[in-house]
């Protein structure tokens, strides 16, 4: 841990740049003075030749020259591996790429024109060019393009100087020389680049990917809150409001009332409990987590709503069967969203909540005949919320007005890989085929009985192979 101001800890912080220079300023003292000491052995000297059996010239077959003449030919002190010497001396630099790269890059273009003035062998210059194309590379690949571009520039012009120094008519290759030396550390140059920029590239997308991980967390909570708060704040608001109007008229009402508003805020305390519980201990290996809501707690919301003044008439068709968790949870949440908008907003006593479980999918309707949510002052975060749930399923969604009044909310939910199971056909299609049955009751009827606030109609629930039988659609719902 950092120490008081003044102690030895800053002391030693403040000290360790500096020592970062006396080290790298060693590091170019020692290769500038190891190339000096070398590059003696790199000039070229002229050597008197003796034939002592003289030289065939083997186009004339004649002797070139005779026995005991000699010439005079051009060569240098340095072996092979001496004149590596230089482009071995580099290493002493690499340790400085990561902090000062372009003082490594001097230090190559310098050493290039240091070979190029005492006329080094080609082999030489040659490997210490493509020394100092690896550096620029390894430049361009950690720094940005204006210090890898500068680097570039550096160790070019030395390499081309030390080709401008040679004599004109020397060697009729110059420009060929030129124009290989300009292309690799072109190309140097653009891989390195091009490989920063491509991490750079990756490098955002994971970030971008986790932010967008974090705003989808984000709005997955915020969700989840607003589905279960929402719909508790409102029956509880609801119920606040009867019983203060009633307390000095009715108590027994109003006491129900209270009664309500204990158990659906209990309710919500434990869901709320429930939710931050689970993102605590998301990270947590075998973390004990309690089942999320699903239809099957359809019971207990209609219950709620029905405290709170509305009749919620569940009606089921089709062969129900278990569902993934996330259709399970989000066929709930519309369900709960919808019936939250009908207390809220629609002044309907009565609303149909239809759960349809088809081949392939669930579809989840609920109606009601209110003067709708539009122009009800609400937010709409409802809505969006139910349409960004049905759309994280890969669903349908859809919501507005009915015809003749009221609102309609449906959402067909697909089930991956299918239920596996053909189901019998829902209540309505057979009240179709069905003609003046006594036991049998249409939809006007049903309709009827739910406004008057008698019940439900009687709905049959398919099996496997026995005949239908009149059960009550709304277990939940007590007349």
Excluded at 284 to 307: F, I, Q, R, Y
Aim: glycine share 12%; charged share 20%; proline share 6%.
């Amino acid at each position: 841990m950092p120490g008081p101001p003044g102690g030895v800890y800053d002391h030693a912080v403040e000290k360790a740049p500096r020592s970062r220079w006396w080290v790298d300023g060693f590091l170019v003292a020692m290769y500038a003075v190891l190339v000096a000491v070398n590059l003696p052995r790199q000039r070229p000297f002229t050597d008197y030749q003796v034939f002592p059996v003289g030289l065939m010239n083997e186009g004339t077959g004649r002797l070139a020259f005779p026995p005991g003449a000699g010439e005079y030919v051009r060569t240098y002190h340095a072996d092979n591996w001496e004149r590596l010497v230089p482009t071995l001396l580099t290493i002493l630099l690499l340790p400085m790429l990561r902090r000062r790269p372009l003082a490594v890059a001097v230090c190559l273009g310098l050493s290039e024109l240091s070979l190029s003035a005492v006329d080094a062998a080609g082999d030489a210059r040659y490997a210490l060019f493509i020394m100092a194309d690896a550096v620029v590379l390894n430049i361009a690949l950690h720094w940005p393009r204006r210090t890898s571009l500068t680097a570039a520039a550096v160790v070019l012009a030395g390499a081309l100087s030390g080709v401008a120094g040679f004599p004109w008519g020397a060697t009729s290759l110059l420009p060929t020389h030129a124009v290989v030396i300009s292309l690799l550390t072109t190309v140097a140059w653009l891989v390195g680049n091009s490989i920063r920029e491509r991490r750079a590239g990756a490098a955002r997308q994971r970030a971008d990917a986790a932010a967008q991980a974090v705003a989808d967390e984000r709005l997955r909570i915020a969700r989840e809150l607003h589905d279960m708060i929402a719909h508790s704040i409102g029956i509880i608001a609801i119920q606040a409001g009867m019983g203060n109007r009633v307390i000095a008229t009715q108590p027994g009402e109003a006491r129900k009332a209270l009664q309500a508003i204990e158990e659906t805020s209990r309710d919500t305390l434990s869901q709320l409990r429930r939710t931050l519980t689970a993102l605590r201990q998301r990270d947590v290996a075998g973390a004990p987590t309690e089942p999320t809501p699903g239809l099957a707690d359809l019971g207990k919301l209609v219950a709620s709503t029905k405290h709170a003044g509305v009749l919620a008439i569940v009606e089921t068709s089709g062969l129900s069967r278990p569902l993934p968790g996330e259709v399970d949870l989000a066929a709930y949440r519309i369900v709960q969203e919808s019936v939250t908008n009908v207390v809220r907003h629609s002044g309907a006593r009565t609303c149909r909540v239809a759960v349809d479980y088809g081949e392939g999918a669930v579809t989840i309707t609920v109606s009601d005949d209110g003067h709708g949510v539009l122009g009800s002052g609400g937010t709409g975060f409802g809505l969006v919320g139910m349409r960004e749930r049905v759309s994280l399923v890969h669903g349908e969604f859809s919501a507005g007005p009915r015809p003749g009044g009221g609102f309609l909310v449906r959402a067909k939910l697909p089930v991956p890989g299918g239920f596996g199971t053909t189901f019998g056909g829902a209540l309505a299609s057979k009240n179709s085929d069905t003609d003046g049955d006594g036991g049998s009751n249409t939809d006007s009827e049903s309709d009827s009985k739910s406004d008057s606030g008698g019940g439900a109609a009687d709905e049959p629930v398919p099996g496997a192979d026995a005949a239908p039988t009149a059960l009550d659609p709304n277990p939940a719902v007590t007349q």
